[in-house]
């Protein structure tokens, strides 16, 4: 049973491009989310989907980021325009029902390291 | 808004040696608390995840505690080994709607000298 696949595992990009980070998630699993790790810091919240669906994107910059988890393939972050302070780790986590319950822990992928240059 | 401090930042121990990592986290309101493992370069692996009713949770060397009251968590390791060797994350997942958002700390880097 594979688990989250992340894709790339290493984006370089420069000033101004957009990257795309990929994330298809645990079998049987509809629910996505991605989170950001900034270097120094810990894991924020970014957005919350379903198939087809945002359900939560509060914790997603306002510009330049949009995200989708369309019927068929995997979810997409897409940053457009990236600037050097986007450089992160991208983190997507996927469960099999809404997060919270007991036997429904998040399961993280490898993440995609993104540089801006 | 829920702030959670790990301490301490890194941690160096010699094989064998029962450790403690330690949590804080500012607002009681929580859902549970989880305890990831991450390697470098890799992902985050749950550890162990503590409903908000319970005290503790046990899988094989690793036990964690949780004190909703006073905010805080620990993570016991025991006969530390060189493979236990990574960074060690608490977080923590709000009660009510919006669960799914947890806070994360920093987390403990962890060294086991062989």
């Known amino acids: 049973n594979a688990g989250v696949m992340q894709n790339p595992r290493h984006l370089v990009r420069r000033r101004g491009q957009e990257a795309r980070l990929r994330c298809s998630p645990m079998?049987?699993?509809?629910?996505v989310y991605w989170y950001r790790q900034l270097p120094e810091e810990g894991l924020k919240f970014m957005v919350y989907?379903?198939?087809?669906?945002?359900?939560?994107e509060s914790g997603m910059p306002k510009e330049r980021f949009s995200a989708e988890f369309p019927k068929e393939g995997p979810s997409i972050l897409r940053i457009q325009q990236v600037v050097r302070g986007d450089s992160a780790a991208y983190f997507c986590a996927s469960s099999p029902r809404l997060l919270g319950g007991k036997d429904s822990p998040l399961h993280f992928g490898n993440g995609t390291r993104l540089t801006v240059t | 808004k829920q702030e959670v401090t790990q301490i301490p930042a890194a941690l160096s121990v010699p094989e064998g040696e029962n450790l403690v990592l330690n949590c804080s986290f500012t607002d009681s309101a929580i859902y549970n608390l989880q305890w990831f493992r991450q390697d470098p370069g890799k992902g985050l692996t749950s550890l162990l995840l503590?409903?908000?009713?319970?005290r503790e949770q046990t899988s094989g060397r690793l036990n964690a505690s949780l004190d909703k009251s006073s905010g805080r968590s620990t993570l016991y390791i025991a006969a530390s080994q060189p493979g236990d060797s990574a960074t060690y994350l608490c977080?923590?997942?709000?009660?009510?709607?919006?669960?799914?958002?947890?806070?994360f700390g920093k987390g403990t880097k962890l060294s086991v000298i062989p």
């Open positions: 977080a923590v997942s709000p009660s009510g709607a919006g669960s799914y958002q947890l806070t």
């Open positions: 989907l379903q198939k087809e669906n945002i359900i939560d």
């Open positions: 503590i409903q908000s009713s319970q």
């Open positions: 079998k049987g699993h509809s629910h």
